[in-house]
């Protein structure tokens, strides 16, 4: 035993060198993997909103999840691995970038093991208090950090500059677009691309309770600023390639997809128009931390044309507009407004340009 734990204190113990860049291939099949991790999740989240009753934990969509997540793990262990070979131990032996996603393994095996027996005592949730479980809970924020690993991976890399290339950038981006919808999941509640296109002109056709008007507005907001919110942050960072947008929405519309069966494809192509939309706004506007009101305009514009968008295409599926004006015209005016509030939050300084020049020599 004395030995045993000798070993475990040499492993942990810092080595000392300097952490090593993974190559973009190693980034590329990460991503890749946290799409198997990520569309079982998607498959799992399918079977829970559109099969009438789970008796079991151990499901062909569980299967697809846990063996999505048995990938991710063993890659980030292998990346590991490979350090501790040549003498490394402790953080040195961990790849920049994926040090978080490390630690979160062990914490998932954890809370899936809890999951298994929340299950077996309580039984299988099927309406919304699925997402308030505290095993799923903590499932989501684990898998936040082991899919999101690429984009930490990138976020410093030493042959990403200030301006990547789409391919370069491409596992971050993948890796962010998973991480955002699980947040889509967990706000399923609120989340606007969900509804049909009846269901929007229904709606904002009357300003009473019947038809809720007030749950799509409000899911709307939310839906915006999940949307939004990644974009910004990354545009602090980078100018993003053209493109980038509409890898993001691609792969947001899965979730909502999965769980409504794609019953709603139309509303859901929407957001990958308004991603083209968005790459357009950033190849005309230049938004960057340095041009701050190209930054605001861009949060306020991509938003506001991304909901118009929105009421458009639900009308011309529905057949006709919602019948209350100051709904379906003001509802893309209040997102706009949300988007450029974001973006003075996200930047409320510009950034001299030596200063961005300077972080990006450092970095």
């Not at 009473?208 to 545009?235: C, K, Q, R, W, Y």
């Not at 005309?284 to 458009?312: D, H, K, M, N, V």
Request: proline share 6%.
């Amino acid at each position: 035993m004395a030995t045993v734990d000798a070993g475990v204190r040499r492993l942990i113990a810092d080595s000392g060198e300097a952490r090593t860049w993974v190559s973009p291939k190693t980034d590329l099949v990460m991503a890749l993997l946290g799409v198997w991790f990520g569309v079982g999740l998607m498959i799992d989240a399918w079977a829970h909103s559109n099969l009438a009753q789970l008796e079991t934990f151990f499901t062909p969509w569980h299967a697809a999840f846990y063996s999505g997540f048995a990938a991710v793990s063993a890659w980030i262990i292998w990346q590991v691995y490979r350090n501790v070979r040549v003498g490394r131990s402790g953080p040195a032996a961990v790849p920049n970038g994926y040090l978080a996603g490390l630690l979160a393994i062990p914490a998932f095996a954890a809370f899936g093991f809890a999951d298994l027996m929340w299950h077996t005592l309580l039984g299988i949730e099927q309406n919304i208090d699925i997402l308030f479980s505290p095993s799923h809970l903590g499932l989501i924020v684990t898998m936040m950090l082991i899919i999101t690993t690429p984009l930490r991976s990138a976020w410093n890399a030493p042959d990403v500059g200030e301006r990547p290339r789409l391919s370069r950038l491409m596992p971050a981006l993948i890796g962010l677009g998973f991480g955002v919808t699980l947040v889509s999941l967990f706000v399923s509640y609120g989340n606007a691309m969900q509804w049909s296109a009846n269901g929007i002109v229904r709606a904002f056709s009357t300003a009473g309770d019947e038809a809720n008007p007030g749950h799509l507005a409000a899911s709307m907001i939310i839906t915006n600023v999940v949307v939004l919110a990644p974009v910004l942050f990354l545009l602090r960072r980078w100018r993003l390639p053209f493109g980038s947008v509409t890898v993001l929405s691609v792969v947001g519309i899965l979730m909502p997809g999965a769980q409504t069966a794609f019953r709603n494809l139309p509303i859901l192509l929407t957001f990958v128009v308004a991603g083209l939309v968005s790459d357009l706004l950033i190849q005309w506007l230049r938004p960057s931390r340095e041009r701050r009101a190209a930054y605001w305009a861009f949060a306020g514009l991509s938003a506001f044309a991304t909901w118009s968008l929105y009421i458009a295409v639900a009308s011309l599926m529905a057949g006709q507009l919602p019948t209350v004006p100051e709904l379906w015209t003001g509802a893309p005016v209040v997102a706009g407004l949300v988007g450029f509030a974001l973006g003075a939050l996200f930047l409320p300084n510009a950034a001299p340009a030596e200063a961005v020049e300077s972080g990006a020599r450092q970095a």
